[in-house]
């Protein structure tokens, strides 16, 4: 066989895998939806999952937290048949996330980041929507399914599997990303959070250059996300901590 021959076959094979795999994949949001939140629990705990950190137990700083949860969810109907828990966990990474069963943590180094308790509520609010549109379980059944087709499909092809994978992969999280965060706004708004400090931590997070180039991230730029929340500015919004509230929080790790 030639070499440009076999260029042809080894793209047509990606062509091909990548709109098998996205047609299976498509499916998924609403093959999660209709899986029992109670289900998806037991898969968490029949997989041990959870924090990779030790949790922080500082009571006043957990009162506080559990405060800003509560400013959030449960808001609309269909919130209460899902039930989340959100820990603080001992882990210098700015980061937050959110796992199988409803177990969402933040770092305590995000904490340590965040200039406010509204900046922190807004981290907050795009995970409780991972949670809400059931993103893990997505995920977890694009990765036993739709990845296990490619594999199938594609015999022996695997350069062309992993490229498929990886565009596939790249793709779908990015969309679950924009419609965390397009969600989410709308939960702060409800909630009459100032969406500003969404805007700022992210705006900020920007200017740290903590992000690469969007298209070849699986999340959207803190520079979109920053202007996403500038549409929803001026809502009207009430504090959602303390001074000495959100000063516990802060130590929630200490």
Not at 131 to 137: A, E, I, K, N
Request: proline share 4%.
């Amino acid at each position: 066989m030639s070499g440009r021959r076999a260029k042809i076959i080894g793209a047509a094979w990606v062509v091909g895998v990548g709109i098998l795999a996205a047609g299976f994949a498509g499916g998924l949001p609403l093959l999660a939806r209709a899986v029992p939140f109670a289900t998806e629990k037991k898969i968490a705990d029949a997989a041990h999952m959870g924090a990779q950190s030790s949790p922080c137990t500082q009571a006043a700083g957990q009162h506080a937290l559990n405060k800003v949860v509560a400013r959030l969810y449960p808001l609309e109907p269909g919130d209460r048949k899902i039930q989340i828990q959100v820990q603080a966990v001992h882990n210098a990474q700015v980061n937050a996330y959110a796992v199988l069963g409803g177990h969402i943590y933040v770092n305590q180094g995000l904490i340590a980041q965040a200039g406010s308790p509204e900046e922190l509520a807004g981290v907050l609010a795009h995970e409780i929507e991972h949670v809400r549109h059931r993103h893990v379980l997505q995920n977890l059944m694009v990765r036993v399914g739709a990845w296990g087709a490619l594999e199938l499909v594609a015999g022996d092809a695997p350069s062309a599997v992993n490229l498929a994978q990886l565009v596939l992969s790249l793709q779908y999280t990015r969309g679950q990303e924009h419609q965390a965060d397009a969600d989410g706004l709308k939960r702060l708004v409800q909630a009459q959070v100032n969406v500003k400090g969404f805007e700022d931590f992210f705006d900020r997070m920007d200017k740290r250059g903590t992000d690469g180039p969007a298209f070849l991230s699986d999340h959207p730029s803190d520079a979109s996300r920053a202007a996403l929340a500038a549409r929803y500015l001026g809502s009207p919004s009430r504090p959602v901590l303390s001074a000495g509230e959100w000063k516990a929080l802060r130590n929630i790790c200490k």
